[in-house]
């Protein structure tokens, strides 16, 4: 072996080989290099030193035979990486700050304290005088309901109806459930108010309705009854469970009850339909419209002990109101604990509030939002305008808008989540708010006070007759509310619906002044500056866009044609 390396090392000198020997394994080449290296070393080098080369070449060549420096390798720099960080001071390596997106923070506190010597010195503007960007000429179109031209038939049967969630859920249910009865000539029961947990109202239609007025408006449309018949009760052993009841999908086609239901009806004669609310399709033949406007705007009148405390509040708040003409400004505000919990946003109660709103979490939607896999994400939410504004945030928006702190503004809402901290800034802000339980004696307030769908139409009425309304959530109520005012007014209806998503970036604004808020805030309202007289849409809600082409509509067509037993 020593005379092939030699030999290898003499054609390197410069000697030709007489015969090419094949290249040899890599491996064996080099320890046959090393081992002449050593070899020469250990002449010049002494015996210590070569014995040392020696193990440590014994070492590499076993590592290399079983390829495991590629796992060792890593490891060795990663130990090499903790002792070279163990000996550096962490003062000198830099910190990385995260910074939160703007918008996911409630920071509006910290806004209003910041800017409310400028707010309070800016008290000149008044929006009430200059909230139309355009002058109301009239008569810009006047909605009506024509009157049927036909007599009605015999019914094919009896619809009996369950309305499900608060006051303008239900409300919803009613006048699809007269749509339906008048598109399929059914017999409609006067519905029934489905006891929900949340909103824990025991109340019956006429505890709400004008139960006679409704039956007298659409006697020439829809047959309605309190009851059925006992003929047909016995059929079912006067048990309503016995009755056939439909589960239908959400927001289903007028055909989907002409196909599926009108059968079993004519069949049947009393079907059941529970839960009802929004079983029925935006999208509907001018016909159907024109039922469901009859019964939301007509035919729905509240009881006569709601309307006579919500004329004698609209009176009181007009009185309030002498600086600017009786006019005066209504926000519907949802910052009721249960809308607070629900949202899942963090506002600025620490820990408490954390805690308190994770019970309520859990008393109202049990393991909704604990469930394995959900992740809530309130920054998130927040950035995405879904939290709710608090009264502080509606106090800025308003001010910001050109409302002056002497505007009369009655608030509807709940009960609101710890009122005493959340609403000090609002009424700061304005010191002419009023709410029912302010304008109200508590003897007034005692027929209604423990029946919420009573008092929210309560704060409907009222709101109805404002001069502006002001959206801050969304939901039911000003789903209705709008369109309602819409009606009333020939379109001519001033409805602040902000932009929510902005809302957030702006009052989580460390540097923004007053001046600049203002003139954004300004400028949204500007937006907000529709007066209804756009012709609905496709698929947007009637209730909301009460269209006098489907109202006005002569009863010529086909669809609007009582259907018959064959």
Same mark, same amino acid.
């Given at each position: 072996?020593?005379?092939?390396?030699?030999?290898?090392?003499?054609?390197?000198?410069?000697?030709?080989?007489?015969?090419?020997?094949?290249?040899?394994?890599?491996?064996?080449?080099?320890?046959?290099?090393?081992?002449?290296?050593?070899?020469?070393?250990?002449?010049?080098?002494?015996?210590?030193?070569?014995? &040392?080369?020696?193990?440590?070449?014994?070492?590499?060549?076993? !590592?290399?035979?079983?390829?495991?420096?590629?796992?060792?390798?890593?490891?060795?720099?990663?130990?090499? &990486? !903790?002792?070279?960080?163990?000996?550096?001071?962490?003062? $000198?390596?830099?910190?990385?700050?995260?910074?939160?997106?703007?918008?996911?923070?409630?920071? $509006?506190?910290?806004?209003?304290?910041?800017?409310?010597?400028?707010?309070?010195?800016?008290?000149?503007?008044?929006?009430?005088?200059?909230?139309?960007?355009?002058?109301?000429?009239?008569?810009?179109?006047?909605?009506?309901?024509?009157?049927?031209?036909?007599?009605?038939?015999?019914?094919?049967?009896?619809?009996?109806?369950?309305?499900?969630?608060?006051?303008?859920?239900?409300?919803?249910?009613?006048?699809?459930?007269?749509?339906?009865?008048?598109?399929?000539?059914?017999?409609?029961?006067?519905?029934?108010?489905?006891?929900?947990?949340?909103?824990?109202?025991?109340?019956?239609?006429?505890?709400?309705?004008?139960?006679?007025?409704?039956?007298?408006?659409?006697?020439? #449309?829809?047959?309605?009854?309190?009851?059925?018949?006992?003929?047909?009760?016995?059929?079912?052993?006067?048990?309503?469970?016995?009755?056939?009841?439909?589960?239908?999908?959400?927001?289903?086609?007028?055909?989907?009850?002409?196909?599926?239901?009108?059968?079993?009806?004519?069949?049947?004669?009393?079907?059941?339909?529970?839960?009802?609310?929004?079983?029925?399709?935006?999208?509907?033949?001018?016909?159907?419209?024109?039922?469901?406007?009859?019964?939301?705007?007509?035919? !729905?009148?509240?009881?006569?002990?709601?309307?006579?405390?919500?004329?004698?509040?609209?009176?009181?708040?007009?009185?309030?109101?002498?600086?600017?003409?009786?006019?005066?400004?209504?926000?519907?505000?949802?910052?009721?604990? #249960?809308?607070?919990?629900?949202?899942?946003?963090?506002?600025?109660?620490?820990?408490?509030?954390?805690?308190?709103?994770?019970?309520?979490?859990?008393?109202?939607?049990?393991?909704?939002?604990?469930?394995?896999?959900?992740?809530?994400?309130?920054?998130?939410?927040? &950035?995405?305008?879904?939290?709710?504004?608090?009264?502080?945030?509606?106090?800025?928006? !308003?001010?910001?808008?050109?409302?002056?702190?002497?505007?009369?503004?009655?608030?509807?809402?709940?009960?609101?989540?710890?009122?005493?901290?959340? &609403?000090?800034?609002?009424?700061?802000?304005?010191?002419?708010?009023?709410?029912?339980?302010?304008?109200?004696?508590?003897?007034?307030?005692?027929?209604?006070?423990?029946?919420?769908?009573?008092?929210?139409?309560?704060?409907?009425?009222?709101?109805?007759?404002?001069?502006?309304?002001?959206?801050?959530?969304?939901?039911?109520?000003?789903?209705?509310?709008?369109?309602?005012?819409?009606?009333?007014?020939?379109?001519?209806?001033?409805?602040?619906?902000?932009?929510?998503?902005?809302?957030?970036?702006?009052?989580?604004?460390?540097?923004?002044?007053?001046?600049?808020?203002?003139?954004?805030?300004?400028?949204?309202?500007?937006?907000?500056?529709?007066?209804?007289?756009?012709?609905?849409?496709?698929?947007?809600?009637?209730?909301?866009?009460?269209?006098?082409?489907?109202?006005?509509?002569?009863?010529?067509?086909?669809?609007?044609?009582?259907?018959?037993?064959?």
């Amino acid at each position: 072996m020593q005379h092939h390396a030699y030999s290898r090392l003499g054609s390197f000198g410069g000697a030709a080989a007489a015969t090419p020997s094949p290249p040899s394994s890599p491996r064996r080449a080099w320890g046959r290099k090393a081992s002449l290296k050593g070899a020469g070393a250990g002449r010049g080098g002494g015996v210590g030193g070569g014995s &040392m080369r020696r193990a440590a070449r014994a070492v590499l060549a076993a !590592l290399l035979r079983r390829q495991a420096v590629f796992l060792f390798a890593p490891l060795l720099y990663v130990a090499a &990486m !903790l002792l070279y960080m163990g000996s550096i001071s962490l003062d $000198s390596v830099p910190r990385i700050i995260s910074r939160p997106a703007p918008g996911s923070m409630y920071r $509006s506190p910290q806004l209003y304290a910041r800017l409310r010597p400028d707010m309070d010195a800016d008290n000149a503007t008044d929006a009430l005088a200059t909230v139309w960007r355009h002058a109301y000429k009239g008569g810009v179109w006047q909605p009506c309901i024509s009157n049927s031209t036909y007599g009605l038939p015999e019914p094919n049967g009896y619809i009996y109806v369950e309305a499900n969630g608060g006051l303008n859920q239900q409300r919803t249910s009613i006048c699809n459930a007269v749509a339906v009865a008048g598109f399929l000539n059914a017999t409609l029961i006067i519905p029934n108010f489905h006891y929900h947990s949340i909103w824990r109202d025991p109340s019956k239609f006429s505890d709400i309705y004008d139960e006679d007025h409704f039956v007298q408006r659409l006697k020439n #449309d829809v047959r309605v009854v309190d009851k059925v018949p006992e003929f047909i009760m016995e059929r079912f052993s006067h048990n309503m469970s016995n009755v056939f009841n439909f589960k239908i999908k959400a927001w289903s086609p007028i055909e989907y009850y002409k196909d599926v239901v009108l059968p079993k009806l004519i069949e049947e004669r009393l079907i059941r339909i529970s839960p009802f609310a929004n079983r029925l399709s935006f999208d509907a033949p001018p016909a159907v419209q024109r039922m469901r406007c009859l019964a939301n705007f007509e035919a !729905l009148k509240f009881s006569k002990p709601i309307t006579t405390l919500s004329d004698t509040l609209i009176s009181r708040m007009r009185e309030k109101s002498t600086e600017n003409n009786g006019k005066y400004v209504a926000v519907h505000l949802r910052f009721e604990e #249960d809308m607070v919990a629900f949202s899942c946003c963090v506002f600025d109660g620490g820990d408490e509030e954390k805690t308190e709103l994770d019970v309520a979490r859990e008393r109202g939607w049990r393991g909704k939002f604990t469930r394995p896999g959900r992740v809530i994400r309130p920054g998130a939410i927040r &950035m995405n305008g879904k939290c709710p504004l608090s009264p502080l945030e509606v106090g800025l928006m !308003l001010r910001g808008m050109g409302f002056s702190n002497n505007t009369s503004i009655y608030l509807a809402s709940g009960k609101i989540y710890k009122a005493d901290k959340n &609403m000090a800034p609002l009424l700061e802000m304005f010191p002419l708010l009023q709410t029912k339980e302010t304008l109200a004696s508590e003897e007034e307030l005692a027929p209604f006070k423990n029946f919420s769908s009573r008092m929210a139409a309560i704060d409907y009425s009222v709101c109805v007759h404002s001069e502006v309304f002001v959206t801050t959530q969304g939901g039911n109520f000003p789903h209705f509310l709008v369109g309602h005012r819409r009606y009333l007014y020939g379109g001519h209806s001033k409805t602040i619906k902000p932009d929510k998503r902005r809302l957030a970036i702006l009052f989580d604004s460390p540097r923004i002044g007053w001046k600049s808020l203002k003139r954004q805030l300004l400028n949204m309202r500007s937006h907000s500056d529709a007066k209804g007289i756009q012709m609905k849409r496709a698929n947007e809600s009637i209730y909301t866009f009460p269209c006098p082409d489907c109202m006005c509509r002569p009863n010529k067509s086909e669809h609007s044609k009582p259907i018959q037993a064959r």
